[in-house]
T-cell receptor, first 111, second 115 residues
């Protein structure tokens, strides 16, 4: 069953703006990961946050995790046209890479 | 070091037929997972193979089966195809247990259309 559940959104922003998307899940997790997918092709791993972490940064990405609310957010700062993609959160219940993905957020960055 | 590759890229089959999709994992990765992604949806976990053994299965019927070979490449077989099997099938490999074992590397996918 799907664990990760984003607010299924389509975001359209101007280049340079920040993009925020959210994800909620239903059960306890080992870790939560965010992936990017361009044009219905393969997914690219962006960032992983473990259940005992609250915030993590990687370049222009900032991920937060609130295990009490079973939710996570992904912030992309200073967006670029190349950030146009679908973004998925995925939960790993047991740390064994059997991921449950949400439905995704489509982000369009207008140059 | 080559990435994860999948073949074929696209495939059209008729309802009731059988299909085999192939995946070559990234060098050094001994775990392969398969996912089905319907249009507009997130990927759904089908099953995982670790060192040639099935190591977990999602909510898919037995007509979805797989294999992993000694070189860690993998096949996904689907029998008695149904229209709802039309989807992008993604293969992902991950390294042996260790600090980086949580990162999965996805292939570009095989787009299956069942008519």
């Amino acid at each position: 069953s799907q664990q990760g559940e984003e607010d299924p959104q389509a975001l359209s922003i101007q280049e340079g703006e920040n993009a925020t998307m959210n994800c909620s899940y239903k059960t306890s997790i080992n870790n939560l990961q965010w992936y990017r997918q361009n044009s219905g092709r393969g997914l690219v791993h962006l960032i992983l946050i473990r259940s005992n972490e609250r915030e993590k940064h990687s370049g222009r990405l900032r991920v937060t995790l609130d295990t009490s609310k079973k939710s996570s957010s992904l912030l992309i700062t200073a967006s670029r046209a190349a950030d146009t993609a679908s973004y998925f959160c995925a939960t790993d219940l047991y740390g064994n890479n059997r991921l449950a993905f949400g439905k995704g957020n489509q982000v369009v960055v207008i140059p | 070091e080559t990435g994860v590759t999948q073949s074929p890229t696209h495939l059209i089959k008729t309802r009731g037929q059988q299909v085999t999709l192939r995946c070559s994992s990234q060098s050094g990765h001994n775990t392969v997972s398969w996912y089905q992604q319907a249009l507009g949806q997130g990927p759904q976990f089908i099953f995982q193979y670790y060192r040639e053994e099935e190591n977990g299965r999602g909510n898919f019927p037995p007509r979805f089966s797989g294999l992993q070979f000694p070189n860690y490449s993998s096949e996904l077989n689907v029998n008695a195809l149904e229209l709802d099997d039309s989807a992008l099938y993604l293969c992902a490999s991950s390294p042996p247990p260790g600090p980086s074992s949580y990162e999965q590397y996805f292939g570009p996918g095989t787009r299956l259309t069942v008519t």
